[in-house]
């Protein structure tokens, strides 16, 4: 448990120190954006963001440490959970006015994935050495109190102490995420290093496990006893029964096919074999594995290969074959090794299969297909090397370019595609650089899309239901803006009220009873009462109601005035629109009581009291007079959740 302190103690304070540099980053990055800005409100915004970030800081570090201590504490009492994205956000709790959540998750979920991509490797050597010291029991991307997944959570917590509104938050995120996605690997090799000094799986290798039963020997090899840090990602790397037996079948007749044909003096695709037979007898007049294998770097290492791999020209099939027989030619020496056997010139007609197959296909998008045709070479030494690649359809290398083209088919649309497009080509560039004659590079290389693949995937998701959800929102912000609509307008007909005031029910008022509705539903009493501010400004308006209950009236036209402009205030109505609304409504009130007094002048009564009463009516008819409010027109209004 000292250990695992100790670890605590170090992630904490760099963590905790990354998160206070970041502030300055995170400060002159509002300034730049207040300065470019067109207008006063939005400049306001960010200086106020400005003035929050300071008064707020030592707030924002203390959920920080919080949210990271409690991380650890669950994570240290084994009682941690991991939630799928499905959970965390669940489409039946959601409303309208949670989009600000939504939009947090999306911006965290964005850093965690590249932090996570970026850090694989490093990040499941540190999930075995942790298990290991909690007796084997699994440690997750998301379960590790250290890795960016519960980092970022505490992130968040910490930004949304600082109270700001939904546009200038996004922007304290993506200062947050350049700073931290680089300097995760920092301090997830260090913790690395400090349980390694400690003899925690000193000899751990990084590797993807290619099917179930290899758990045991592979867990021996890096000397961890445990079955979870043998089998990293078995389930994705797994097809089922029925398909690995179609496939094999295939295999075999090909195979089949291929041997029924005998020796031939060009491969499936037309490229001729020159001066290289074919009928070699595998002993020592045919090439060699390492012959295969020096002709096929030698390739890959021209000025014309790497020129086209950089610049993304596609490389035909028919090219590939031509380089390896023109390749072999130069090496072949007739005093010892200058055939090629049978099985090897099948071999580079099935990886010429495999590749005009995949490049055929009109699902992908000819960048992806350009990128992709570069690893024929590559792959092709693989085949000629190990002879399990082309039967072994979960071999590493398989599974890794069968998952680029599945993704490339399903996410690029377009040449400047921003993220599975350079993924793809950096998973590429890493395979021809990294492969000379090792095949583990693609262990590490599948360990590492497959992470993309998944994070991807998982934003993905987000992102539909975000959409769902909005949509839906709005479906149900349009039934209760029309049922509020209804309300107002069954009592609109009944009654004839002054224009200004109609103007005001049935616009912004409409949309604070369709925001009530929504968030609080028709049997609520926020429904009722702003049903029944309608019914009393209606009765605020009319000289005859107002007539009735002239003692009351000034208590309830300033109870009414408080109730509409708070409903105003509530769904962020414009304040100089608001205070026009509300001038006119006073000014149709008084109206209407005066309107009363006079009714009660002309009727019987003392010389005293029509005086007084003549008098009055006149001064306040000036005073209404002298404050009429300019016409002031009225937004498109809809309900702003971050007043309320």
Same mark, same amino acid.
């Given at each position: 448990?000292?250990?695992?302190?100790?670890?605590? &103690?170090?992630?904490?304070?760099?963590?905790?120190?990354?998160?206070?540099?970041?502030?300055?980053?995170?400060?002159?990055?509002?300034?730049?954006?207040?300065?470019?800005?067109?207008?006063?409100?939005?400049?306001?915004?960010?200086?106020?963001?400005?003035?929050?970030?300071?008064?707020?800081?030592?707030?924002?570090?203390?959920?920080?440490?919080?949210?990271?201590?409690?991380?650890?504490?669950?994570?240290?009492?084994?009682?941690?959970?991991?939630?799928?994205?499905?959970?965390?956000?669940?489409?039946?709790?959601?409303?309208?006015?949670?989009?600000?959540?939504?939009?947090?998750?999306?911006?965290?979920?964005?850093?965690?994935?590249?932090?996570?991509?970026?850090?694989?490797?490093?990040?499941?050597?540190?999930?075995?050495?942790?298990?290991?010291?909690?007796?084997?029991?699994?440690?997750?991307?998301?379960?590790?109190?250290?890795?960016?997944?519960?980092?970022?959570?505490?992130?968040?917590?910490?930004?949304?102490?600082?109270?700001?509104?939904?546009?200038?938050?996004?922007?304290?995120?993506?200062?947050?995420?350049?700073?931290?996605?680089?300097?995760?690997?920092?301090?997830? @090799?260090?913790?690395?290093?400090?349980?390694?000094?400690?003899?925690?799986?000193?000899?751990?290798?990084?590797?993807?496990?290619?099917?179930?039963?290899?758990?045991?020997?592979?867990?021996?090899?890096?000397?961890?006893?445990?079955?979870?840090?043998?089998?990293?990602?078995?389930?994705?790397?797994?097809?089922?029964?029925?398909?690995?037996?179609?496939?094999? @079948?295939?295999?075999?007749?090909?195979?089949?096919?291929?041997?029924?044909?005998?020796?031939?003096?060009?491969?499936?695709?037309? +490229?001729?074999?020159?001066?290289?037979?074919?009928?070699?007898?595998?002993?020592?007049?045919?090439?060699?594995?390492?012959?295969?294998?020096?002709?096929?770097?030698?390739?890959?290492?021209?000025?014309?290969?790497?020129?086209?791999?950089?610049?993304?020209?596609?490389?035909?099939?028919?090219?590939?074959?031509?380089?390896?027989?023109?390749?072999?030619?130069?090496?072949?020496?007739?005093?010892?090794?200058?055939?090629?056997?049978?099985?090897?010139?099948?071999?580079? @007609?099935?990886?010429?299969?495999?590749?005009?197959?995949?490049?055929?296909?009109?699902?992908?998008?000819?960048?992806?297909?350009?990128?992709?045709?570069?690893?024929?070479?590559?792959?092709?030494?693989?085949?000629?090397?190990?002879?399990?690649?082309? @039967?072994?359809?979960?071999?590493?290398?398989?599974?890794?370019?069968?998952?680029?083209?599945?993704?490339?088919?399903?996410?690029?649309?377009?040449?400047?595609?921003?993220?599975?497009?350079?993924?793809?080509?950096?998973? +590429?560039?890493?395979?021809?650089?990294?492969?000379?004659?090792?095949?583990?590079?693609?262990?590490?290389?599948?360990?590492?899309?497959?992470?993309?693949?998944?994070?991807?995937?998982?934003?993905?998701?987000?992102?539909?239901?975000?959409?769902?959800?909005?949509?839906?929102?709005?479906?149900?912000?349009?039934?209760?803006?029309?049922?509020?609509?209804?309300?107002?307008?069954?009592?609109?007909?009944?009654?004839?009220?002054?224009?200004?005031?109609?103007?005001?029910?049935?616009?912004?008022?409409?949309?604070?009873?369709?925001?009530?509705?929504?968030?609080?539903?028709? &049997?609520?009493?926020?429904?009722?009462?702003?049903?029944?501010?309608?019914?009393?400004?209606?009765?605020?308006?009319?000289?005859?109601?107002?007539?009735?209950?002239?003692?009351?009236?000034?208590?309830?036209?300033? &109870?009414?005035?408080?109730?509409?402009?708070?409903?105003?205030?509530?769904?962020?109505?414009?304040?100089?629109?608001?205070?026009?609304?509300?001038?006119?409504?006073?000014?149709?009130?008084?109206?209407?009581?005066?309107?009363?007094?006079?009714?009660?002048?002309?009727?019987?009564?003392?010389?005293?009291?029509?005086?007084?009463?003549?008098?009055?009516?006149?001064?306040?008819?000036?005073?209404?007079?002298?404050?009429?409010?300019?016409?002031?027109?009225?937004?498109?209004?809809?309900?702003?959740?971050?007043?309320?």
């Amino acid at each position: 448990m000292e250990l695992l302190n100790n670890c605590r &103690d170090h992630a904490h304070k760099f963590y905790g120190d990354l998160l206070l540099a970041a502030e300055k980053t995170i400060n002159d990055a509002l300034f730049e954006q207040a300065e470019q800005c067109t207008n006063n409100e939005e400049q306001r915004r960010y200086f106020e963001a400005m003035q929050q970030l300071k008064d707020r800081s030592g707030a924002m570090h203390t959920a920080f440490r919080h949210e990271m201590g409690k991380s650890f504490q669950i994570f240290a009492s084994g009682q941690e959970e991991e939630a799928s994205v499905e959970e965390q956000i669940d489409i039946g709790n959601l409303s309208l006015v949670q989009r600000d959540e939504l939009e947090d998750e999306l911006a965290i979920s964005v850093i965690v994935s590249k932090s996570n991509s970026r850090n694989s490797e490093t990040l499941w050597k540190l999930n075995k050495r942790m298990a290991a010291m909690r007796g084997g029991k699994s440690v997750s991307d998301e379960t590790n109190p250290f890795g960016p997944h519960r980092v970022c959570e505490a992130l968040q917590m910490g930004v949304a102490e600082l109270s700001l509104d939904n546009k200038t938050r996004i922007l304290v995120y993506k200062q947050l995420g350049k700073i931290f996605v680089i300097s995760f690997a920092k301090e997830l @090799d260090a913790l690395n290093d400090i349980l390694t000094e400690k003899g925690i799986l000193p000899n751990l290798r990084f590797s993807v496990t290619k099917a179930q039963q290899s758990a045991a020997p592979q867990a021996n090899a890096t000397g961890d006893s445990s079955p979870e840090a043998a089998v990293t990602d078995t389930e994705s790397l797994k097809e089922s029964p029925s398909s690995i037996a179609h496939q094999q @079948d295939l295999y075999n007749s090909i195979r089949a096919l291929q041997s029924a044909v005998g020796n031939r003096t060009q491969t499936a695709g037309g +490229v001729s074999f020159a001066g290289v037979a074919t009928d070699g007898s595998g002993g020592e007049d045919s090439f060699s594995t390492m012959d295969y294998a020096l002709a096929l770097s030698a390739i890959q290492q021209s000025k014309a290969f790497l020129s086209a791999a950089a610049l993304n020209r596609p490389l035909p099939a028919e090219k590939v074959e031509e380089n390896l027989i023109d390749q072999l030619t130069k090496q072949g020496d007739e005093n010892s090794r200058h055939k090629m056997t049978q099985g090897d010139a099948d071999t580079v @007609d099935l990886v010429g299969m495999i590749f005009r197959y995949m490049l055929d296909d009109p699902n992908l998008h000819d960048a992806v297909k350009s990128l992709l045709s570069h690893l024929h070479t590559p792959y092709l030494k693989l085949a000629l090397m190990d002879k399990t690649f082309l @039967d072994n359809y979960q071999h590493s290398a398989r599974v890794l370019l069968n998952t680029m083209a599945e993704v490339g088919g399903k996410w690029v649309k377009k040449d400047n595609e921003r993220t599975v497009l350079p993924k793809i080509k950096t998973i +590429v560039e890493n395979i021809l650089k990294g492969f000379v004659d090792d095949p583990s590079v693609f262990d590490r290389l599948l360990e590492d899309f497959t992470r993309f693949k998944e994070n991807i995937e998982k934003r993905s998701r987000m992102v539909e239901k975000r959409n769902t959800e909005s949509q839906q929102g709005l479906e149900k912000l349009e039934l209760s803006r029309q049922q509020a609509s209804d309300e107002v307008d069954a009592r609109l007909d009944i009654d004839d009220i002054p224009e200004s005031v109609a103007d005001l029910l049935r616009q912004p008022w409409i949309d604070f009873l369709a925001f009530n509705l929504l968030r609080h539903g028709q &049997d609520s009493l926020t429904w009722e009462s702003a049903l029944k501010v309608v019914d009393g400004v209606m009765w605020s308006v009319k000289p005859s109601a107002v007539a009735d209950n002239k003692d009351d009236f000034k208590r309830h036209q300033s &109870d009414l005035e408080i109730s509409v402009s708070d409903g105003l205030k509530t769904i962020g109505y414009d304040p100089d629109a608001s205070k026009g609304l509300l001038n006119s409504l006073k000014e149709a009130q008084e109206l209407a009581y005066h309107h009363s007094v006079m009714e009660a002048v002309n009727e019987p009564a003392s010389a005293e009291v029509v005086e007084t009463a003549t008098r009055d009516t006149a001064v306040t008819n000036e005073a209404a007079v002298a404050v009429k409010p300019k016409a002031t027109p009225l937004p498109n209004l809809k309900p702003n959740p971050e007043r309320h």
